[in-house]
């Protein structure tokens, strides 16, 4: 027959209430308290003698599933107990005889802790003490005095621990980057989606990917898109990236160079600091440990009381006290002096060491000074003593006006003349009347060694005339030869009744050899040999032949010049 509602009754004097009590006994409260009043969860109170001590139905509404709520006194709906050592706990709860899942107690430890710790309720095996984000507990997670709730979890056989002390920081968080975050990767705040920041691998190369450094990954790995956690501030443990060959206890810890990385390097600029860390125990497997609190380093013009946000090419700091700032502007000469200009202040411009030394290592007066007085525009000289100057007349030598001629020679001024073109002329000569007809030198012409040079070029002009006897159809002929009449090679003729003119040019083939062409009137070449250009140069012959009336021919003008 099942049980029916439970009515309101009295147990002696005493009114009772049967959905709770108290009971004389948890077999009366379970006689008395029918199946249809009861509820998972439900307190009942049991009468110990001295008190009341509370019950629940904690698993079901069975007479078995009504357990004790704790190990005595009248308050709190939880299991509870104070338990005493240091990271060995032990502790004694009334009523409980096996760890279930999900079985909670509230913990209130006499002593805190100093590294991992166990938990042992009534000698049932001591079990692991875990953050309830699956790290195990650190030392400080614990303090003296301090109250947890510990969570039985079958599945990892440990306590999960409520409450621990606030020494770690830690965020639940979205993975931005394109890359798997693994434990100990360095990250900074990159955005936010929903209620979860998004972070992707920081890196010391630029502002963008340092500023916001914000924690290390404390899960195993976050794959992108994916959300985990990471560590703010605290001992991050279990890492891999501590190997004792790089790293020692008491290293410090910075933002690396590469996408996620550590250094023990310090950053210098271009790079930016910014300080993880410390290592607490460095180790070649997946023991290694660090203490992260980040301090991000701050660019100049970043602080409170600079501004330098916009700053100039080579731009100083100066401070103000007008308003207490430190501020980007020009360097100017009255900030090393207030009595030195600008102009003076350059001056400084080119000064290799300390000006003081410098001078100081001058002699102060000269050992023989030198004296004298000398005339506007003219040399200074010293006198045969050598210790006074004085000038040099114009009338001997020349006036600085006529020295300042040299400004803009480039080289030796001689070896340039003997590279201008040089002009050789033969004098004016004639023959008078009664001359024969046959060819006569009028003049010659002599052309120096050194004068031309092998693939120089050879400009001859000519110009003559019979200057009495003239007339039609009486003709006489100039010719110019190489070194004399009789046998030399003939460079050129020109036929006339008056006036004769021409011009020859030349080129040397080589030191003893030179061609000729006649360009007016035109002959062919002549190939005339010589000689030596270098060191005998040659001789040129101008003969005229004309007819016994001639009475006079006179040759003007017979120039030779280099024209290459």
């Known amino acids: 027959m099942s049980k029916q509602s439970t009515p309101v009754f009295v147990v002696g004097n005493e009114l009772v209430d049967a959905k709770y009590g108290p009971y004389l006994s948890t077999t009366q409260c379970t006689n008395l308290l029918l199946i249809g009043d009861r509820k998972i969860g439900q307190t009942v109170g049991i009468y110990n003698g001295t008190g009341i001590d509370e019950y629940w139905f904690r698993d079901g509404i069975e007479d078995g599933d009504l357990v004790a709520k704790s190990s005595g006194g009248t308050g709190g709906g939880i299991l509870h107990g104070t338990a005493s050592g240091t990271d060995t ?77 606030p020494n770690t920081l830690l965020a639940y968080v979205t993975n931005a ?44 790995s976050i794959a992108s898109n994916q959300k985990g956690l990471i560590m703010m501030q605290g001992l991050l443990d279990n890492l891999s990236i501590l190997p004792t060959s790089t790293w020692a206890d008491g290293d410090p ?67 103000d006290s007008a308003d207490s700032q430190w501020k980007a502007r020009a360097v100017s000469a009255t900030d090393i002096d207030a009595n030195v200009s600008n102009t003076e202040f350059g001056y400084l411009n080119g000064v290799t060491s300390a000006i003081q030394t410098q001078l100081d290592g001058k002699q102060a007066t000269l050992t023989n000074p030198v004296t004298g007085t000398g005339t506007n525009n003219e040399i200074a000289a010293f006198n045969s003593t050598g210790s006074t100057i004085t000038s040099l007349s114009t009338s001997t030598y020349p006036s600085l006006t006529e020295f300042s001629y040299v400004k803009g020679v480039t080289s030796a001024i001689q070896t340039q003349f003997g590279l201008t073109t040089v002009a050789y002329t033969a004098p004016v000569a004639s023959i008078t009347s009664g001359g024969s007809a046959a060819e006569t030198t009028i003049q010659t012409l002599t052309v120096p ?7 120089d070029q050879i400009l001859l002009t000519l110009w003559g005339t019979r200057t009495t006897g003239a007339s039609s159809g009486v003709n006489s002929t100039l010719t110019t030869r190489i070194t004399n009449i009789s046998g030399a090679t003939v460079i050129a003729t020109v036929t006339g009744n008056r006036h004769h003119n021409y011009t020859i040019t030349g080129r040397c083939l080589s030191d003893t050899s030179i061609i000729w062409w006649q360009n007016s009137p035109t002959t062919a070449a002549a190939t005339t040999t010589v000689p030596s250009l270098a060191s005998s140069g040659f001789t040129l012959n101008f003969s005229v032949t004309r007819d016994l009336n001639t009475s006079e021919f006179t040759l003007y003008n017979a120039i030779c010049r280099k024209y290459n």
């Open 89 to 165: 706990y032990t502790v004694s709860i009334t009523g409980v005889t096996a760890y279930n899942d999900g079985d909670a107690y509230l913990i209130r430890f006499t002593n805190g802790n100093t590294t991992g710790c166990t938990l042992n309720i009534n000698s049932l095996g001591a079990k692991t003490l875990y953050r309830n984000n699956d790290g195990v507990l650190i030392g400080g997670d614990i303090v003296a005095g301090g109250e947890m709730l510990c969570i039985y979890n079958s599945t990892t056989d440990s306590f999960q621990v409520i409450g621990t002390a």
């Open 177 to 220: 980057d394109s890359v798997t975050l693994t434990k100990g990767m360095v990250v900074y705040a990159f955005g936010g989606t929903g209620d979860r920041l998004t972070v992707k691998r920081a890196k010391n190369t630029g502002d963008s990917t340092s500023a916001q450094t914000i924690g290390l990954v404390l899960s195993d």
């Open 253 to 319: 810890v910075y933002l690396g160079a590469t996408d996620g990385s550590i250094t023990k390097t310090k950053p210098h600029a271009p790079n930016h600091l910014v300080y993880l860390g410390f290592v607490t125990t460095a180790s070649n497997g997946n023991a290694g440990r660090m203490y992260v609190k980040v301090q991000n380093g701050y660019e100049l013009d970043e602080l409170h009381d600079v501004q330098a946000q916009s700053p100039n090419n080579k731009d100083g700091i100066f401070f």
């Open 449 to 455: 060694a050194g004068a031309f040079k092998s693939g």
